[in-house]
């Protein structure tokens, strides 16, 4: 997912995104450790996407508390 689509999606749906995305690099590691993970890149780009919705979520909230002043 680009970072311009992640902008578009609301706060709830990026937390939804950001939960779905971790349990599969939970999934993706127990696979690793049994040696049955074929594509080893995915973990990587797995969690670059989980750090774009993060920063995203932070952008948000900041942009929110200084509307909020």
Known sequence: MK??????????????????????VFHLRLQQQSGQLE?????RV???????IETVLTEKNRKAKQDSK
């Open 3 to 24: 970072t311009k689509e992640i902008r578009e999606l609301s706060k709830d749906e990026l937390i939804t995104r950001k939960r779905d995305l971790r349990q599969e």
């Open 39 to 43: 594509k080893p890149s995915q973990l």
């Open 46 to 52: 797995i969690r670059r996407e989980v750090a774009r």
